[in-house]
């Protein structure tokens, strides 16, 4: 197999027209962790992302609603190449 190199500029709307599926597929894996927890959207009082894409604008605008304007928080930072998305049910 020969490997070839992409090197382009997107603009915003690009990259996130070209994300909405994988974020789209992410909440839906989500909704059934949750469900399998057996925990609600608001049972949840904090949802946490960290690295990679999840500094994307539009991303952590899907997340808010998905939680229903639950705010993401973004307060941990780690290396570029790691993405996380965790939730933190209210005790």
């Known amino acids: 197999m020969r490997l070839l190199h ?3 500029t997107v ?3 690009t990259l996130e027209e070209l994300t909405r599926h994988l974020i789209d597929r992410t909440l839906k894996i989500s909704e059934n962790c949750l469900k399998k927890a057996g925990l609600t959207r608001e ?3 904090d ?3 960290v ?3 999840t500094c994307m604008p539009f991303l952590g ?3 808010s609603n998905f939680l229903d304007d639950l ?3 973004r307060s941990i930072r780690m290396k570029p190449s790691r ?3 965790a939730f933190r049910p209210t005790p």
Do not use: E, F, I
Request: glycine share 8%; aromatic share 0%; proline share 8%.
């Open 51 to 53: 690295g990679g894409q």
């Open 47 to 49: 949802v946490l992302l």
């Open 6 to 8: 992409l090197n382009m």
């Open 43 to 45: 049972d949840l009082n």
């Open 11 to 13: 603009n915003r709307k």
């Open 83 to 85: 993405s996380v998305l």
């Open 71 to 73: 705010p993401p928080n």
């Open 61 to 63: 605008d899907r997340v």
